[in-house]
C-alpha cells in the first residue's frame, strides 16, 4: 500500500482536534482536577483502563489478522 | 479507605459505567464535529459499499463522503431515480467498474480533484441527450450504476438479477479494463484463477463476515454495526486500519520469505482466446437478456494511459502521468491483442460498440487524472463519444417508440 499525502489531508482536521481536546483536558486539570480524578477510586480507574484496553486488544487483534490475511494492496478501492 | 485496598465488592460498577458512557459520548460528539467539518454533511457512515446478492456489492448510499455521493438506490448519481419509469422517459443504465464511477488511483493528478457525483460520464451522457431534439419533449435518464472493480462477473449479474427490469431503453457496459488486467501466464489459465475466471477480492471478505462463525466475525461484526452508528468507532476503525495496513506492508518489504514456484510463462495465443470466451460468455448472456428484453446494449472499451504514448497527442500534465503509469510493452501487447478480439466479436455479431481511439488520437487536452480514470473533461469528451457512435441506435429507439406509442 501506497499512503500518498492527499491520503494524510483528512487527519489534518484533527489537530485542532487534539489541540483543543489538550486545552480541555488542562483547563479540567486545572479547574476541577479534583473533581474529575474523583468520580471514582484509584482502583475503579484501573478497571476502566483495563477494560478499554481489553477492548481495544481485541479491535486490534481481529483487525490486524484481517490486515494479514488480506493484504491491502488486493483491495484498491478499500476494504468492507 | 485506601483505593487499593478496595475490595470487589465495594466496586461501584454503575459509576465505572457511567463514566465510560460520559467517555464514550465526549469521543462521539468529537468525531461527529470532525466529519462534519471535513464532509460539511453529517455522519451516516464511513463504508463505502454494502453487500448485494446481485452482483456482490452495491454502493452504500449513506456513505459520508465529500465528494462521493450516492443516491438511495446506490447509484453514482445526485438525482434520484425509481425502479418503474416514468411515462415518456428515454431511460440509459450505465455498468461498469471505477472509470464510470470515476474512482482515483494513488497517483493522480492532484490539482484535477476528486470528481464529483454530477461530473462523471453518466451526467455528461444525460446533457447530451437531453439536448438531442430527437428526443424532444421527453424525460431523459441516464443512471450510473457503477461499483469499483466490478467485472463482466459482477456487472452481468446485476443486470440479469437486477437492472433488466428497471426496464433501460439502452444499457452501456463499461469496465473493460476490469477484464483485461495484467498479461496472465500460462498456470493462470491452467488453473482458471485470471481475471474474470478468479474469485473476486471482496468475495473473500464476504466469505469472512458473512458466513464465518467464529469469535473474530463476531467480533469484527460488532465493529462494523458499532462503526455505522458511532462516529467515533468509525474513525477509530479507518485509523486503526491505516495503521495496522502501514505495519504490515513495511514487515512485507523486509520479508525474507520467497514468493512460491510456479509457471511463470506467459499464456499462448490459444490460452488468451480460451480466456477471451470465458469473458464473451458472460457479454453474450447480457446480449441475450436485453433482446430478449427489447433493450439495447452496447460495450465501451477503456484505454490505459499507460498505452497511449505514442497514441494520443498527451497534455502537459498528461506527460508527467504518464511517466508515473507508462506499462510494460509486453502489458500495451496483451491489450492490444484483447481489444482486437473485442472489437472483432461484436463487430461480427452485430453488437453496438464504443471504442473512443479516434477521440484519443487527435484530443491533445487533459482527459486522465490516473493511470485509467478521465478529468471531469475526460467524462465530457466521453460522454460526447459515446453519444456519437451511438446516436443512431437511440435515434431506431426514439423513432420505433413514437411509431408504436404503446411500446416500453
Not at chain 2, 438506490?73 to 464511477?101: A, H, M
Not at chain 2, 477484464?179 to 501466464?185: A, E, I, M, R, S
Not at chain 2, 446480449?287 to 502537459?316: C, M, N, T
Request: some cysteine.
Amino acid at each position: 500500500m501506497t499512503i500518498v499525502s492527499s491520503d494524510l489531508v483528512p487527519f489534518l482536521y484533527l489537530l485542532p482536534f487534539l489541540a483543543a481536546l489538550a486545552g480541555l483536558g488542562a483547563f479540567l486539570e486545572l479547574r476541577c482536577g479534583r473533581a474529575v480524578s474523583g468520580l471514582l477510586r484509584p482502583a475503579e480507574w484501573s478497571l476502566l483502563v483495563k477494560l478499554v484496553a481489553i477492548v481495544l486488544l481485541a479491535v486490534i487483534l481481529v483487525m490486524g489478522g484481517i490486515a494479514l490475511d488480506f493484504p491491502s494492496e488486493s483491495f484498491l478501492y478499500g476494504r468492507f | 479507605m485506601d483505593g487499593s485496598s478496595v475490595t470487589s465488592a465495594t466496586i461501584r460498577w454503575s459509576r465505572i459505567i457511567c463514566v465510560m458512557l460520559a467517555l464514550l459520548t465526549a469521543a462521539e460528539g468529537a468525531a461527529r464535529l470532525y466529519v462534519w467539518l471535513w464532509t460539511g454533511k453529517e455522519y451516516r457512515s464511513t463504508a463505502l459499499y454494502r453487500w448485494s446478492p446481485y452482483g456482490l456489492v452495491r454502493n452504500n448510499p449513506d456513505v459520508t463522503s465529500p465528494t462521493f455521493q450516492i443516491d438511495k438506490s446506490g447509484f453514482r448519481n445526485i438525482e434520484e431515480f425509481d425502479r418503474l419509469k416514468p411515462p415518456g422517459t428515454y431511460r440509459v443504465i450505465l455498468l461498469g467498474g471505477s472509470v464510470l464511477y470515476a474512482g482515483l488511483a494513488s497517483v493522480f493528478l492532484q490539482e484535477e480533484g476528486r470528481v464529483g457525483s454530477d461530473a462523471t460520464i453518466a451526467q455528461y451522457l444525460q446533457r447530451i441527450l437531453a439536448a438531442d431534439p430527437a428526443l424532444k419533449g421527453m424525460r431523459v435518464e441516464v443512471i450510473n450504476a457503477a461499483v469499483n472493480y466490478n467485472r463482466i462477473v459482477e456487472t452481468s449479474s446485476a443486470y440479469i438479477a437486477e437492472y433488466v427490469h428497471w426496464d433501460p431503453d439502452l444499457v452501456i457496459v463499461f469496465g473493460s479494463a476490469n477484464n483485461f488486467l495484467g498479461v496472465p501466464t500460462a498456470e493462470e489459465i491452467r488453473l482458471k484463477t485470471h481475471n474474470v475466471q478468479g474469485d473476486h477480492p471482496w468475495k473473500k471478505e464476504f466469505e469472512r463476515q458473512v458466513n464465518q462463525r467464529n469469535l473474530a466475525a463476531l467480533v469484527e461484526n460488532a465493529l462494523l454495526t458499532a462503526s455505522d452508528h458511532l462516529a467515533s468507532v468509525a474513525m477509530l476503525r479507518k485509523l486503526l486500519g491505516k495503521l495496522l495496513d502501514s505495519a504490515i506492508a513495511v514487515a512485507g518489504r523486509h520479508s525474507m520469505q520467497t514468493p512460491p514456484p510456479g509457471d511463470h510463462r506467459p499464456a499462448s495465443i490459444e490460452d488468451e482466446e480460451r480466456y477471451f470466451n470465458d469473458y464473451a460468455a458472460y457479454a453474450d448472456a447480457m446480449v441475450a437478456a436485453a433482446r430478449r428484453q427489447g433493450q439495447d446494449i452496447a460495450f465501451f472499451w477503456e484505454h490505459w494511459l499507460g498505452d497511449l504514448g505514442d497514441v494520443k497527442p498527451l497534455s502537459g500534465r498528461e506527460q508527467w502521468l504518464h511517466a508515473q503509469v507508462r506499462r510494460a510493452p509486453e502489458q500495451t501487447a496483451y491489450a492490444t491483442r484483447m481489444r482486437g478480439r473485442w472489437v472483432r466479436n461484436f463487430g461480427e455479431r452485430k453488437i453496438p460498440y464504443v471504442d473512443p481511439i479516434d477521440v484519443l488520437r487527435t484530443n491533445d487536452q487533459t482527459l486522465y487524472i490516473d493511470y485509467l480514470h478521465y478529468t471531469r473533461r475526460g467524462n465530457d469528451v466521453m460522454a460526447q463519444a459515446t453519444y456519437d457512435a451511438l446516436k443512431p441506435l437511440i435515434h431506431a429507439k426514439v423513432g420505433d417508440r413514437e411509431r408504436r406509442p404503446d411500446s416500453r
